[in-house]
């Protein structure tokens, strides 16, 4: 039995969602970060328990040719580029394989091809938005990231994967009472937006400071959260300096994008992956799409060019507003947008007669609610693009939307229930990993399920 502060030799045979390497100890499973398939290492334990443990890298006895210095000095420590140790071309494979594993064990699928991992030519500086938390060191202010798996933060003043503008603007703040983080995007057009985030409403001295270290902002907002939570914004903006909004450009269309709005943070692969999805989609003139989770819009109206009707469904309000009005600013006609969750207005809508071609969704890492499911197989759409940055929840998932006869994926599994009174489920014809963030374990995942002769 592998107990607390013991030291193991062992050999890596994998990597799990979180980017550590997976070995066994006399059939006992040992989780061990910074590591690589290939690998044996020494290792000290330091969580156990009866199913499995996880230990800290003491030495790589043999190396795997996959192993490379990385770039970042505190890659090890701050809890973000997990996989920064691990040659690129290596860890796009990696993710094709965390993929499969998912699809395989969670999943229940058998015989699914999943395609190569799209990946990037330059992985470098890619994100365009950064949310860095602040604390105190020698009687300063300072940003950082924190540790894996905990609140000690560890000072930066630079990031390899961030632009290179985020960064600036991040490392020009000063010292405030009750500041505790600072959110930077940039987009692609040159502009950056910065929340500052407080316990405590802004007094006029700080605000005088805020706009001082930060002169050139485009747009500058304070966020207050008083709430004890790991959320970083509070439902309080207030704009001080500049524009409401940023706009950037993906597909050949433009959008505006406010403090709160959710966009892919790395803006090459964002054309990948929505050219991608697109193409999985098809939409065709005289077809109606729905758009799941759309936020401010991308995916509708980039499907709008070519369907006839899209209704985007999403439950920020300010996201809808910003939807609605990258419709009109691309002069975009045919889509429209419903504020509310997507388990509560598709069933509705579905209810109501509502029979969509095509469906299309982007969910959170939760994943989607069994009512969004249950609509979804009831709508009667022949072809659904999932689109997902958790493979875990994207298998359970789609294990209720697949179909369970005979000579399915799923052969062994029985017909889910949602699939009962006459629907035809579906069944997958396509899986492609995107690298959103690489040298880190997260992976983004497009899927394209349809039914049966559609």
């Known amino acids: 039995m592998i107990q607390k502060n013991q030291e193991i030799s062992l050999t890596i045979t994998a990597l799990n969602s979180e980017g550590q390497g997976v070995g066994r100890v006399d059939g006992f499973l040992v989780f061990v970060p910074d590591t690589i398939p290939g690998e044996t290492v020494r290792a000290h334990i330091i969580k156990a328990s009866k199913n499995h443990a996880v230990a800290k890298l003491l030495q790589v006895a043999e190396s795997s040719p996959d192993r490379v210095t990385p770039r970042c000095s505190i890659a090890p420590v701050c809890g973000g580029c997990t996989l920064q140790h691990i040659r690129y071309e290596r860890q796009l494979t990696a993710k094709r394989q965390i993929v499969e594993d998912a699809l395989t064990r969670l999943g229940g699928f058998t015989d699914i091809q999943v395609e190569q991992t799209l990946g990037m030519s330059n992985p470098w500086h890619y994100r365009n938005k950064g949310s860095f938390p602040f604390g105190e060191q020698d009687g300063r202010a300072v940003i950082g990231l924190y540790a894996a798996r905990s609140h000690r933060l560890i000072p930066i003043s630079d990031c390899p994967i961030q632009d290179s503008r985020v960064m600036q603007v991040a490392k020009r703040m000063g010292s405030l009472d009750s500041l505790r983080h600072v959110v930077v995007r940039a987009t692609g057009e040159g502009e950056t937006m910065a929340v500052i985030v407080t316990a405590k409403p802004l007094t006029g001295e700080q605000e005088s400071q805020l706009k001082l270290h930060l002169p050139d902002a485009d747009s500058l907002y304070h966020n207050l959260n008083a709430k004890n939570t790991n959320v970083i914004f509070g439902s309080d903006f207030r704009l001080l300096r500049g524009k409401p909004t940023l706009q950037t450009r993906i597909g050949g269309l433009i959008f505006s994008v406010g403090p709160a709005s959710f966009l892919q943070v790395n803006p090459s692969q964002t054309e990948v992956l929505y050219a991608e999805a697109m193409r999985l989609l098809a939409p065709k003139a005289g077809e109606c799409v729905v758009d799941l989770y759309c936020g401010i819009g991308t995916l509708s109206l980039l499907a709008a060019q070519q369907a006839k009707r899209v209704i985007g469904i999403e439950s ?100 889910s229930p949602l699939m009962e009174g006459g629907c035809v489920p579906y069944t997958i014809a396509h899986v492609r990993p995107v690298d959103m963030f690489p040298h880190t374990a997260h992976v983004e995942t497009i899927v394209l399920i349809q039914r049966e002769n559609s």
Request: aromatic share 2%; glycine share 6%.
């Open 316 to 415: 920020v309000p300010e996201a809808i507003e910003n939807a609605s009005q990258n419709a009109a600013q691309n002069g975009i006609s045919n889509a429209e947008f419903i504020t509310g969750n997507a388990e509560e207005v598709l069933p509705r809508l579905v209810a109501e007669g509502l029979k969509p071609d095509a469906i299309i969704l982007d969910p959170p890492r939760k994943g989607c609610d069994p009512a969004v499911l249950h609509a979804i197989a009831q709508s009667g759409a022949t072809r659904v693009v999932y689109i997902s940055c958790n493979p875990a929840t994207l298998a359970r998932d789609l294990k209720i939307l697949a179909e369970g006869t005979d000579n399915s994926p799923l052969s062994a599994m029985p017909t």
